[in-house]
């Protein structure tokens, strides 16, 4: 029987599911001590490997970093869209369920660590402002651009700069995501759940793109692609 509690570092049972458990131990690290202060023994530590298993995989902290990003969100975005397409038709439907997959992230813990580490280090390192900015706000407002355009070509949104209108949901989406984290101390929002804000800013949303003639989009299924 394994000892649970043994010092052997459990990538030696485990070799094919390193890469990721140690970008799961820098999330931890990172949001914990930021980034200029985490040290790579450290999140080998966490992860229960050496810290030269680290560099089999990633050369410095910063190339972890962007991996980090990559896996953590990156791959999030891209799995939102898919999953937004392959289960709506209408460019409306596909704009509420990828809010819907956004809004889950966005409320999800790992968000909250990621959150921190952006807004209070990244100007530190410009080179990683820019990866991250590229990989998250942008990415994330192509996508939503991408879903508008197909709105106005179909009718169902009106004429606009899909661009800016992007922009904005990001803003909103994601402003609305930091005071729901506290609640308790933003009154206008500590009376509302997670599900009240998101029908509001869809509602608000939608309002500002939809065609008047347009169908309004399906009520929101909380449930719906749920995370096991």
């Known amino acids: 029987m394994i000892n649970p509690t043994s010092d052997e570092p459990r990538w030696r049972r485990l070799p094919e599911e390193r890469p990721r458990q140690i970008i799961d131990a820098a999330a931890d690290v990172f949001g914990e001590r930021g ?3 985490a040290r790579l023994e450290d999140i080998a530590k966490r992860a229960g490997v050496s810290k030269g298993t680290i560099y089999l995989y990633f050369p410095n902290k910063e190339a972890l970093f962007c991996e980090m990003i990559r896996q953590l969100v990156g791959e999030t975005i891209v799995q939102a869209q898919a999953q937004a397409t392959a289960t709506s038709s209408s460019a409306t439907d596909q704009l509420r ?16 660590k990621l959150h921190r580490l952006a807004m209070g280090e990244l100007h530190n390192f410009p080179a990683l402002m820019q990866f991250f900015v590229q990989e998250v706000p942008i990415r994330n407002m192509n996508v939503v651009a991408g879903i508008l355009r197909d709105g106005v070509a179909t ?3 009106r004429e606009m700069d899909e661009d800016v209108a992007a922009r904005m949901f990001q803003a909103i989406i994601l402003n609305h995501g930091v005071w729901c984290a506290q609640r308790e101390r933003i009154p206008f929002v500590a009376h509302l759940t997670d599900e009240d804000v998101l029908a509001q800013i869809l509602d608000f949303f939608f309002g500002a793109v939809r065609k008047e003639t347009a169908p309004r989009p399906r009520p929101l299924d909380s449930t719906a692609g749920a995370q096991e």
Not at 106 to 112: A, Y
Request: proline residues 5%; glycine residues 10%; charged residues 20%.
């Open 155 to 157: 009718g169902e949104f």
């Open 97 to 112: 369920d990828y809010a819907l997959s956004v809004w889950r992230y966005i409320r999800s813990p790992m968000f909250g």
């Open 35 to 37: 980034l200029a202060a």
